[in-house]
């Protein structure tokens, strides 16, 4: 992709399309389908061209351009730039229009290209560098966006019309301001002169006993008619140290462009090695080179290379002088005596012999013409029963068979792509399981299989089709997207470095296997999501490649880079060492990061840092962390008690990924440890609060969020989770496929189990905390919406949690400035019982939530005065009572990321001011439900009555001075084990 240094005047004239059309942020006119409701925008003018846009309470505001009425055609401009700077803190700022795909032509390859039915939607998101306090410049390149290739357009995405966004961002410290204010100056359309760029894949490496020197191509080429003076400036940030320019040298270089010319110009950089070897391995430095036009009356600071319109840095690295290269002797001297330390070891070594045995049998290859689909279509038709997932063998491109209806699917162009998606995945998890199992017996059948897959990829690699070249996301050969490529990376540069001392790999066939390995990683480097778990697999496959083929410059841009491994862990998750997506992608971004650090350290290279353990330690604290990855290396670096239970954990379960770990870094001996209670923990910068009560074998935990949703499908806070030993038991609309039919409904507050009004979705705004009782026999939290800021405007809400005994217990309390519809969502998993007779509701029905879209259906419903009892398929049971009568009401809806059908009950109160409910669920227990009271529920105290067959348990939360605390005492009567609503009406 090419950058611009840009006319300063505003139009030509000879009449010609405007060179720049400045953009006046106050032309925004309101559209009633884009602009959220309740939520004016904030926006005012400093002076000419300066604007401060103000989030006074972090919620999201949007501006609509009609670009039309003011006679802006986007096809005429190549850029929209504008300088931005932050305060309070972070924002991102989104860019959505429709009409220009067709003007997408940059970043050509040399292969057919597939668009896709996108409906020409592109989408630009602030993915750069924003320090707070400082000014930045960011460009949103016209021919060439994040996502587009991905979106359909919608009646939001009308042709003529511009969006632009600004969302609260938030690092998950305490004591973050809700407020959002940012400053954008200079908001412009431009056309382009002259184009900046360099390719990744280019640069020349020489490094002997002399010296150490990096040659990167930057391109120059002058678009216009008239000749063109400039000015570059190799180091234009001054960030080199210890290695220098030599060539074109270390000041400006002047130059004039003749018209249309293009220039390559050679940037050298070097160092002598006798100071390279004194420095860390992989130490590195940036450097970035700016062009100036020489007379252009409104320069500003320069043009820089772009990668995905981001800054692209030059990176001068020092190389890992000694490499590591197992043998198959080597490999097998250094297992014997571990084996015989740790069972684990020895059952892992013949399960990696078989694993390979079974890829020997089979013969892969590139399909034609067939671009690469997301393995979510992988579904049948009928029953979406997954198909084979993750096969051993090569699936059939053609043909696609489900057991569960014994049907065959053919002639479905998502499922054949779907087929070539996994093909792949096999591919790669072919090629490190036989590289690793040749390392492990010797057997060089099983490196000459992994090299034929390699090759196979390599012979074709420039002949495999992809998405499409104008989205950063979408130019992977290897996947149908970034991600999926970044999954398979990895796979296949381990497996080819266990292959390095292969006796049959030759010269030929290593430098075209390196070139297939580079080109991808190029191309993932594109594509930038911030601190996220694409962000941290994109950065291990970046990495990966790099060490493995000591391509120096991917390597320090994955670790050291904006967004690269190490500014990931500081601020891609939250003081407590938490991902900005807990109940999803913490644990995806973290497994990535940790399989990193482990190559790394395989390697010689410790990025064990202090940032990283911040995460294993939040991990701990979250719970679940050797689901995610394995504590093997790490307790080996750290050496932390606190991740026994977990290394414990991880032995017993033997799987192959912690197994391998242990054989190749981990300590075979760790002290044993005792079974003590688990602790409830509350993490205050994310706003996350672990009910937990049990033993570490068994216990029970409620997960409840007031800051931070735990995963973007899940906008809502206050939102509850029921698990039993981290399974969890309640159900949900949660993560669907992104193309299914319904699947914005997973983001609606009522697919999910939390208060709704009006059948309206929860503002995107945060709670507080109230109170935090983390006793280890009866925990108890309590949150509150801001008083200032509400979830719904003009309601205020308190959601109480605790575990009382084997119950779970949710109480919740609604006011409102004026008579509402409040319903209370409850999702079990698939059918629910409702123990009241149901009819079917009036078409009128108000009130439910995307009825529009028929998220839920074939609402059924009944008066039931203050009580109901509900059974869920599952075996979870719930009893649901108040202070005031209510109805309850059951429909049917869908869950899961492949819609399964699934029961919604919810309860009602409509056209109140006030409402409280109290319940209690239970699953894998034989007692009865506890008798529920609601005693007290004024402005200033609530007391709730909990009474099980052994104790009543009274919580009784403080209002005015936040607190809650908890009593009880022995039944003097016994509870029945069944219970109609007629016997609970006390």
Same mark, same amino acid.
């Given at each position: 992709?090419?950058?611009?240094?840009?006319?300063?005047?505003?139009?030509?004239?000879?009449?010609?399309?405007?060179?720049?059309?400045?953009?006046?942020?106050?032309?925004?006119?309101?559209?009633?389908?884009?602009?959220?409701?309740?939520?004016?925008?904030?926006?005012?003018?400093?002076?000419?061209?300066?604007?401060?846009?103000?989030?006074?309470?972090?919620?999201?505001?949007?501006?609509?351009?009609?670009?039309?009425?003011?006679?802006?055609?986007?096809?005429?401009?190549?850029?929209?730039?504008?300088?931005?700077?932050?305060?309070?803190?972070?924002?991102?700022?989104?860019?959505?229009?429709?009409?220009?795909?067709?003007?997408?032509?940059?970043?050509?390859?040399?292969?057919?290209?597939?668009?896709?039915?996108?409906?020409?939607?592109?989408?630009?998101?602030?993915?750069?560098?924003?320090?707070?306090?400082?000014?930045?410049?960011?460009?949103?390149?016209?021919?060439?966006?994040?996502?587009?290739?991905?979106?359909?357009?919608?009646?939001?995405?009308?042709?003529?019309?511009?969006?632009?966004?600004?969302?609260?961002?938030?690092?998950?410290?305490?004591?973050?301001?809700?407020?959002?204010?940012?400053?954008?100056?200079?908001?412009?359309?431009?056309?382009?002169?002259?184009?900046?760029?360099?390719?990744?894949?280019?640069?020349?490496?020489?490094?002997?006993?002399?010296?150490?020197?990096?040659?990167?191509?930057?391109?120059?080429?002058?678009?216009?008619?008239?000749?063109?003076?400039?000015?570059?400036?190799?180091?234009?940030?001054?960030?080199?140290?210890?290695?220098?320019?030599?060539?074109?040298?270390?000041?400006?270089?002047?130059?004039?462009?003749?018209?249309?010319?293009?220039?390559?110009?050679?940037?050298?950089?070097?160092?002598?090695?006798?100071?390279?070897?004194?420095?860390?391995?992989?130490?590195?430095?940036?450097?970035?080179?700016?062009?100036?036009?020489?007379?252009?009356?409104?320069?500003?600071?320069?043009?820089?290379?772009?990668?995905?319109?981001?800054?692209?840095?030059?990176?001068?690295?020092?190389?890992?002088?000694?490499?590591?290269?197992?043998?198959?002797?080597?490999?097998?001297?250094?297992?014997?005596? #571990? !084996? +015989? &330390?740790?069972?684990?070891?020895?059952?892992?070594?013949?399960?990696?012999?078989?694993? /390979?045995? =079974?890829? %020997?049998?089979?013969?892969?290859?590139?399909?034609?013409?067939?671009?690469?689909?997301?393995?979510?279509?992988?579904?049948?038709?009928?029953?979406?029963?997954?198909?084979?997932?993750?096969?051993?063998?090569?699936?059939?491109?053609?043909?696609?068979?489900?057991?569960?209806?014994?049907?065959?699917?053919?002639?479905?162009?998502?499922?054949?792509?779907?087929?070539?998606?996994?093909?792949?995945?096999?591919?790669?998890?072919?090629? #490190? !399981? +036989? &590289?690793?199992?040749?390392?492990?017996?010797?057997?060089?059948?099983?490196?000459?299989? /992994?090299? =034929?897959? %390699?090759?196979?990829?390599?012979?074709?690699?420039?002949?495999?089709?992809?998405?499409?070249?104008?989205?950063?996301?979408?130019?992977?050969?290897?996947?149908?997207?970034?991600?999926?490529?970044?999954?398979?990376?990895?796979?296949?540069?381990?497996?080819?470095?266990?292959?390095?001392?292969?006796?049959?790999?030759?010269?030929?066939?290593?430098?075209?296997?390196?070139?297939?390995?580079?080109?991808?990683?190029?191309?993932?480097? #594109?594509?930038?999501?911030?601190?996220?778990?694409?962000?941290?697999?994109?950065?291990?496959?970046?990495?990966?490649?790099?060490?493995?083929?000591?391509?120096?410059?991917?390597?320090?841009?994955?670790?050291?880079?904006?967004?690269?491994?190490?500014?990931?862990?500081?601020?891609?998750?939250?003081?407590?060492?938490?991902?900005?997506?807990?109940?999803?992608?913490?644990?995806?971004?973290?497994?990535?990061?940790?399989?990193?650090?482990?190559?790394?350290?395989?390697?010689?290279?410790?990025?064990?840092?202090?940032?990283?353990?911040?995460?294993?330690?939040?991990?701990?604290?979250?719970?679940?962390?050797?689901?995610?990855?394995?504590?093997?290396?790490?307790?080996?670096?750290?050496?932390?008690?606190?991740?026994?239970?977990?290394?414990?954990?991880?032995?017993?379960?033997?799987?192959?990924?912690?197994?391998?770990?242990?054989?190749?870094?981990?300590?075979?001996?760790?002290?044993?440890?005792?079974?003590?209670?688990?602790?409830?923990?509350?993490?205050?910068?994310?706003?996350?609060?672990?009910?937990?009560?049990?033993?570490?074998?068994?216990?029970?935990?409620?997960?409840?969020?007031?800051?931070?949703?735990?995963?973007?499908?899940?906008?809502?806070?206050?939102?509850?989770?029921?698990?039993?030993?981290?399974?969890?038991?309640?159900?949900?609309?949660?993560?669907?496929?992104?193309?299914?039919?319904?699947?914005?409904?997973?983001?609606?507050?009522?697919?999910?189990?939390?208060?709704?009004?009006?059948?309206?979705?929860?503002?995107?705004?945060?709670?507080?905390?109230?109170?935090?009782?983390?006793?280890?026999?009866?925990?108890?939290?309590?949150?509150?919406?801001?008083?200032?800021?509400?979830?719904?405007?003009?309601?205020?809400?308190?959601?109480?949690?605790?575990?009382?005994?084997?119950?779970?217990?949710?109480?919740?309390?609604?006011?409102?400035?004026?008579?509402?519809?409040?319903?209370?969502?409850?999702?079990?998993?698939?059918?629910?019982?409702?123990?009241?007779?149901?009819?079917?509701?009036?078409?009128?029905?108000?009130?439910?939530?995307?009825?529009?879209?028929?998220?839920?259906?074939?609402?059924?419903?009944?008066?039931?005065?203050?009580?109901?009892?509900?059974?869920?398929?599952?075996?979870?049971?719930?009893?649901?009572?108040?202070?005031?009568?209510?109805?309850?009401?059951?429909?049917?809806?869908?869950?899961?990321?492949?819609?399964?059908?699934?029961?919604?009950?919810?309860?009602?109160?409509?056209?109140?001011?006030?409402?409280?409910?109290?319940?209690?669920?239970?699953?894998?227990?034989?007692?009865?439900?506890?008798?529920?009271?609601?005693?007290?529920?004024?402005?200033?105290?609530?007391?709730?009555?909990?009474?099980?067959?052994?104790?009543?348990?009274?919580?009784?939360?403080?209002?005015?001075?936040?607190?809650?605390?908890?009593?009880?005492?022995?039944?003097?009567?016994?509870?029945?084990?069944?219970?109609?609503?007629?016997?609970?009406?006390?």
């Amino acid at each position: 992709m090419f950058l611009m240094l840009w006319v300063g005047f505003v139009a030509v004239a000879t009449g010609q399309a405007a060179e720049v059309y400045q953009l006046n942020l106050t032309d925004h006119v309101p559209d009633p389908t884009l602009q959220k409701p309740g939520v004016p925008v904030d926006i005012e003018v400093l002076e000419p061209d300066v604007y401060v846009w103000t989030l006074p309470d972090g919620i999201t505001q949007t501006l609509t351009f009609d670009l039309s009425k003011l006679g802006v055609d986007l096809k005429d401009f190549d850029e929209f730039r504008f300088d931005m700077k932050p305060v309070d803190g972070p924002v991102l700022l989104h860019a959505t229009t429709v009409g220009i795909a067709e003007k997408k032509a940059g970043h050509e390859k040399k292969t057919v290209m597939h668009e896709g039915e996108s409906g020409g939607v592109s989408s630009w998101y602030s993915k750069f560098k924003q320090p707070i306090g400082q000014w930045t410049e960011g460009r949103f390149d016209l021919r060439i966006d994040d996502d587009g290739s991905f979106l359909t357009a919608s009646e939001s995405h009308r042709e003529g019309l511009l969006t632009l966004e600004l969302y609260s961002q938030t690092f998950g410290k305490q004591g973050e301001k809700k407020i959002r204010r940012v400053f954008i100056k200079n908001p412009r359309f431009v056309k382009r002169i002259i184009n900046v760029d360099f390719d990744l894949t280019k640069v020349e490496q020489h490094i002997d006993s002399d010296r150490v020197t990096y040659t990167y191509p930057l391109e120059l080429k002058n678009n216009t008619q008239q000749s063109q003076s400039i000015t570059l400036d190799p180091d234009s940030q001054k960030t080199l140290h210890f290695f220098h320019v030599t060539n074109p040298g270390p000041d400006a270089l002047s130059m004039v462009l003749e018209p249309h010319e293009t220039r390559v110009v050679p940037i050298r950089v070097s160092m002598a090695s006798n100071k390279a070897v004194a420095l860390p391995a992989l130490y590195s430095e940036r450097f970035l080179p700016r062009v100036h036009l020489d007379q252009n009356p409104r320069q500003e600071t320069g043009v820089y290379p772009l990668l995905g319109y981001r800054p692209n840095d030059m990176w001068a690295v020092v190389p890992m002088f000694t490499r590591i290269s197992w043998t198959p002797k080597s490999m097998q001297a250094f297992l014997k005596p #571990r !084996t +015989l &330390g740790q069972p684990v070891i020895a059952k892992w070594m013949p399960w990696v012999i078989r694993s /390979a045995e =079974e890829r %020997l049998k089979y013969d892969w290859e590139i399909p034609q013409n067939i671009v690469p689909g997301h393995i979510a279509n992988y579904r049948c038709l009928d029953c979406r029963q997954k198909l084979r997932q993750w096969p051993y063998k090569p699936l059939d491109i053609r043909n696609h068979y489900c057991a569960v209806c014994d049907k065959t699917f053919s002639g479905v162009e998502r499922m054949d792509q779907a087929a070539v998606q996994l093909n792949y995945f096999s591919m790669g998890k072919a090629v #490190r !399981t +036989l &590289g690793l199992a040749w390392l492990l017996s010797g057997n060089d059948a099983y490196a000459k299989k /992994a090299m =034929e897959i %390699l090759l196979v990829f390599a012979d074709n690699y420039d002949r495999m089709p992809y998405k499409s070249a104008r989205s950063t996301s979408a130019s992977t050969r290897l996947g149908c997207n970034t991600l999926l490529s970044s999954y398979i990376l990895p796979d296949l540069a381990e497996g080819y470095q266990f292959l390095s001392s292969y006796a049959g790999l030759s010269k030929a066939s290593d430098q075209k296997v390196k070139q297939m390995l580079i080109a991808e990683a190029a191309e993932v480097a #594109r594509h930038c999501v911030l601190y996220s778990n694409m962000s941290s697999e994109a950065m291990r496959a970046r990495g990966t490649v790099g060490i493995v083929t000591g391509y120096w410059p991917l390597v320090g841009k994955a670790i050291h880079g904006d967004f690269g491994h190490h500014e990931l862990l500081d601020k891609g998750f939250s003081e407590e060492g938490i991902g900005h997506e807990a109940g999803a992608y913490h644990l995806a971004a973290f497994r990535a990061a940790n399989e990193f650090a482990y190559f790394a350290y395989r390697n010689g290279v410790n990025l064990y840092t202090e940032n990283l353990k911040r995460v294993f330690d939040g991990s701990v604290i979250a719970g679940g962390a050797y689901a995610a990855t394995s504590y093997e290396t790490a307790y080996s670096v750290y050496r932390d008690s606190l991740y026994l239970p977990l290394l414990t954990e991880e032995r017993k379960k033997q799987a192959a990924n912690s197994a391998e770990h242990l054989a190749l870094t981990g300590i075979l001996g760790i002290p044993e440890v005792s079974t003590e209670n688990v602790a409830s923990a509350i993490m205050k910068g994310t706003g996350y609060i672990y009910l937990r009560k049990g033993t570490p074998n068994d216990y029970r935990e409620i997960k409840l969020n007031y800051i931070k949703y735990f995963d973007r499908t899940e906008k809502d806070r206050f939102s509850t989770f029921f698990y039993e030993n981290q399974k969890r038991i309640d159900g949900g609309v949660n993560r669907m496929s992104y193309g299914d039919r319904n699947v914005h409904f997973m983001y609606a507050t009522a697919a999910h189990n939390a208060i709704v009004i009006n059948g309206q979705d929860q503002r995107e705004t945060t709670g507080e905390l109230l109170a935090f009782h983390p006793d280890v026999e009866l925990p108890v939290a309590v949150i509150q919406t801001d008083p200032h800021v509400p979830l719904y405007e003009g309601v205020q809400q308190i959601r109480a949690t605790a575990l009382v005994e084997d119950f779970y217990i949710v109480f919740d309390k609604i006011t409102s400035e004026k008579p509402v519809t409040i319903d209370r969502f409850q999702y079990g998993l698939k059918k629910a019982t409702v123990q009241n007779t149901l009819m079917p509701v009036a078409d009128d029905f108000p009130y439910v939530a995307q009825k529009e879209h028929d998220a839920i259906t074939n609402i059924t419903g009944a008066p039931s005065e203050k009580l109901v009892l509900i059974d869920f398929e599952n075996g979870m049971k719930m009893k649901l009572v108040s202070d005031k009568s209510f109805d309850i009401y059951k429909g049917e809806t869908y869950g899961g990321q492949w819609q399964g059908d699934m029961d919604v009950t919810f309860a009602r109160m409509a056209d109140s001011t006030q409402g409280a409910f109290l319940a209690a669920f239970s699953h894998g227990t034989d007692k009865p439900l506890p008798q529920l009271q609601i005693i007290s529920n004024s402005p200033h105290e609530i007391l709730l009555s909990i009474a099980t067959r052994e104790k009543t348990y009274r919580i009784n939360i403080n209002l005015p001075e936040e607190t809650v605390s908890v009593t009880h005492v022995g039944n003097e009567r016994k509870i029945p084990n069944t219970e109609t609503s007629e016997q609970a009406k006390d």
